[in-house]
């Protein structure tokens, strides 16, 4: 391994190639400078120029989930890194991979309030997978490599890389690879063998059960193990808005999209159900409403790779901690061992009362035939798709999941809806119109161009 002397703004540069990254999106400002003159002069890397770092957030949010690769944003120390907390904090409740990379004053300067100083790693402790402050220029090279390392394993979400000034313009010397040192961050994959038996135990005995699957599956890419557990357990399945695609709409199993803007059909499977198998889905609030009144009478198997998930909301007599994918695969296997054992259920009477639901409350919406401003046929709310690899653009609030319950689909799609905090919607003017230029002798308006508009 060869060490080559450089600046530590050049390592970072270095770095971010040396894991994959291709596109960065942020703004320059005085603490992140020194890393842009080694980023323009990159061949391998893209800056895309953002008018805001909140944008920046977003925007790197979106590549994430559009590519499953792990976004990158980049701004300045003070305002610039606050700026980011609003997208921070949203990838981390959708569990969206993501690496901020902020400057810092000086470490001179750290905890004197200096100029545009502020402590973002503090700011974003509670809202991030973890976080780092680098002081040194020798440690950027394996702060990177573990801050991707941290953002893409396990459950995915944000990390904070915070460097100081001085830590990028700094000599060093540069080596690749690294050795990380993460002694205490191993994640589960695997799921115990025991508790995967008494889920498929639990599945073969139940009277109503329902599939209740959520974005982890489709961040595992266990599309098509869900379609086969689905099809072998003959259970009905609900897809939370983070889940749309996992299984396709035009499934027979499907009841559509749970909670406060689902359908009718997939809400009533959830309260009648004796059984929950719940897939990398979390039972937020808009799924469930009153915690208390939720599905009284069912069990509880929880799936999630996140064991803080597990029992937080609602209490699961078969914990399984594990990727979704996994866990799914797992349980195939287990519950066709169930089958050959003679033990299995058709559930006739449950599916006559889920078909007597969809038949009597059908899901989607009627649409004006007169509207106002036309819908590209990309972004329709009413159509369909069947290409497997689209990418699907959601706003926030009713806007988002009114699109999602009148929406079908027929196969996993990347999404870029913002689940829990994202920004609300703004809807673009009817028309743009060009203003005639109206100068004024003072730097603020005049009081005739400020009556005039």
């Not at 942020?26 to 003159?37: E, K, M, R, S, T």
Request: aromatic share 4%; hydrophobic share 40%; charged share 20%.
């Amino acid at each position: 391994m060869t060490t080559e002397q450089m600046t530590g703004a050049q390592a970072l540069v270095r770095a971010l190639e040396n894991v994959g990254v291709d596109t960065v999106f942020g703004i320059p400002g005085g603490a992140i400078l020194p890393a842009y003159d080694p980023l323009f002069d990159s061949r391998k890397l893209r800056h895309i120029l953002v008018r805001h770092e909140q944008g920046a957030g977003h925007a790197a949010q979106g590549y994430a989930m559009a590519t499953g690769k792990v976004g990158v944003c980049m701004a300045t120390s003070g305002p610039g890194a606050t700026n980011l907390v609003t997208a921070i904090s949203d990838a981390y409740m959708d569990s969206v991979p993501m690496v901020a990379i902020t400057g810092q004053v000086a470490t001179s300067l750290i905890g004197t309030d200096g100029f545009q100083e502020a402590d973002i790693a503090g700011i974003t402790m509670p809202i991030t997978k973890h976080n780092f402050l680098v002081t040194k220029a020798s440690d950027i090279a394996r702060t990177v490599a573990e801050a991707f390392h941290i953002a893409g394993t396990g459950r995915p979400g944000p990390v904070l890389v915070d460097i100081a000034k001085d830590a990028l313009q700094a000599t060093v010397g540069f080596e690749w690879p690294v050795q990380l040192q993460l002694p205490g961050y191993r994640p589960v994959t695997r799921p115990h063998s025991k508790q995967v038996r008494e889920a498929a135990r639990l599945i073969a005995q139940a009277e109503r059960p329902v599939l209740y699957v959520g974005g982890g599956v489709l961040k595992a890419g266990a599309a098509a193990e869900l379609k086969v557990l689905t099809e072998l357990t003959g259970a009905p399945v609900v897809t939370t808005l983070m889940a749309k695609g996992a299984l396709p709409d035009s499934h027979p199993q499907h009841m559509g999209m749970p909670g406060m803007h689902g359908s009718v059909g997939a809400v009533g499977a959830l309260q009648r159900a004796d059984l929950l198998v719940a897939l990398g889905a979390r039972f937020d609030d808009r799924v469930t409403g009153k915690l208390d009144g939720f599905a009284p009478h069912a069990k509880v198997v929880h799936a999630d790779i996140d064991p803080a998930e597990i029992s937080k909301n609602r209490h699961a007599d078969v914990p399984i901690v594990g990727d979704a994918r996994e866990v799914i695969a797992d349980l195939i296997v287990a519950v066709q061992a169930e089958h050959d054992a003679g033990r299995t259920n058709a559930y006739e009477d449950w599916w006559r009362q889920l078909n007597a639901w969809r038949d009597t409350y059908p899901s989607g919406t009627t649409r004006r035939t007169t509207a106002r401003c036309p819908r590209s046929t990309s972004s329709s709310g009413s159509g369909s798709s069947s290409a497997p690899t689209r990418t699907t653009s959601r706003g926030s609030g009713s806007t988002r999941c009114g699109r999602r319950s009148s929406s079908s689909t027929s196969g996993p799609a990347r999404s870029s809806t913002r689940a829990a905090r994202g920004r609300w919607a703004t809807r673009s003017p009817r028309r743009w119109a060009p203003r005639p230029a109206r100068p004024t002798r003072r730097c603020g308006r005049s009081t005739a161009t400020a009556a005039s508009r």
